[in-house]
């Protein structure tokens, strides 16, 4: 087996570069709460998907401090185009995850950062400004919200599935790329105790244990680009179930949380395909 | 037709029952945000819901202020037996919906309070203490948010299915009472950008238009208390679609929402059962 490529990695590194995600999750709080209370522009992308200015300038806005801090690191964003594709660190940034609820101002919209180094993530934070909530991990460092440290107590084995509190991905996302729904019809149908909030807060949700785990499906790479060291540093487990290329860029599928829940979750649908 | 017996009573009386309503609102609101902070006791009731010593106790102290102001009144709760239940005048109450998510401490759990008058409801309230959304509704006086007349713009003609932005109960709700889940099946196969929260939040967002529209189903009495008031006093259309007898009370379902998307919803659903 491979080593872990981020071992190499400086341990004093790993914290400047977590520092910096902080500083650029702040950067995003403090422009998201003044431009959702004012006139922002809004536009449909060619997927149908919203997109309003205030996403545009924020991805300036990180990029800017990026490229002044790490000026060799690549930089992958949801509005913008990549910078630097082949540098082994790439950030990669969501500045609104649920423009939707952005646009419609409910406040579960947030921002999704990440640092990835060859393809593994180092960093990752979510934030949810509305809400007041953040969580953020680094590799080896652990996973921590703004109460402190969080370790995920995996469910009891007597929980049945109509106890356990599941996270899912709306069905659009199930059908987006060529399935046919039945992942979300068979989740659904096994998990009927399940609620649909955007990735941002859900992810949170589930890293801090509200929930017990979430199937993703469907996902852009930015989506997932703090979940799993979140999860994983949070002492939860993160099974990537889907990885397509496509034009535009991966997409993405993942079952994650407390880790009797997750394999429940792949052996159920491994069971379905097989 | 017979005349809408709510037209009897007098417009001073509607004021005087909104004004007791928000109070009882800003009560379970004041006691909310202390309880939520503060160790409470949390029990499993027989159907495998959650209980605390929080939903018990603000319900005692509605129920009080209700009984010294208006002391002939009829009061069914979630927690507590039915009071005057021959009544004309129900107060109906869910001290905490969403009992789940306020134990995993995620804000978006709230309380419901219904005046109803011979069935029919005079006046609603739906409050979301840590989200600080309160919307409320009396019988010809309009709905409200705390900024100000609640005005539903119906859906333009040629949005499709998959733009529409759709409210679910969990599937759970949709086989809690015999049906075996086709029409949560049919609805999030129809209209896959759909999301899942509690009836509280949901509702709300309803009546503020901030979702399209909501298909609930399998719900209790008190879950449902100030949806169709509100709704309708916004110029939405509400429309019942369960009303099944059971020992432990009536078991609901309702479209609601935005008129064009409701008839929609309505003739997507009876096409199936038809």
């Not at 570069?17 to 060619?46: M, P």
């Not at 080896?140 to 009891?156: S, Y």
């Not at 659009?172 to 941002?200: E, Q, W």
Request: glycine share 8%.
């Amino acid at each position: 087996m491979a080593t872990d490529p981020r071992t190499a990695i400086p341990p004093l590194d790993i914290e400047r570069f977590r520092d910096c995600a902080l500083e650029l999750a702040d950067e995003a709080r403090n422009q998201l709460c003044v431009l959702h209370a004012t006139a922002f522009e809004v536009k449909r992308k060619s997927d149908g998907s919203y997109v309003t200015s205030a996403d545009v300038e924020i991805e300036q806005r990180l990029r800017a401090i990026i490229e002044r801090r790490f000026p060799e690191h690549g930089i992958i964003g949801e509005e913008l185009p990549a910078r630097a594709p082949q540098a082994e660190f790439q950030w990669i940034l969501d500045p609104i995850d649920g423009t939707e609820d952005f646009v419609q101002h409910m406040p579960t919209f947030g921002t999704i950062i990440g640092l990835h180094y060859r393809g593994e993530p180092v960093v990752g934070v979510t934030d949810v400004p509305l809400l007041d909530l953040r969580a953020h991990a680094a590799f080896g460092l652990g996973a921590f919200d703004q109460n402190g440290r969080l370790r995920l107590t995996d469910l009891a084995p007597g929980v049945s599935p109509a106890q356990t509190r599941l996270m899912l991905s709306a069905r659009a996302n199930f059908i987006s790329h060529g399935d046919d729904g039945y992942r979300f019809d068979l989740v659904t149908r096994h998990y009927p105790n399940h609620r649909i909030y955007r990735s941002c807060y859900a992810h949170l949700c589930v890293a801090r244990g509200q929930a017990d785990a979430m199937v993703e499906h469907g996902n852009k790479l930015w989506d997932l680009a703090a979940v799993r060291i979140l999860i994983e540093e949070a002492g939860g487990t993160y099974q990537m179930t889907q990885h397509l290329s496509t034009p535009s860029g991966p997409v993405l599928g993942a079952i994650f949380g407390k880790p009797s829940v997750v394999t429940k979750l792949l052996a159920l649908l491994s069971e379905a395909s097989g």
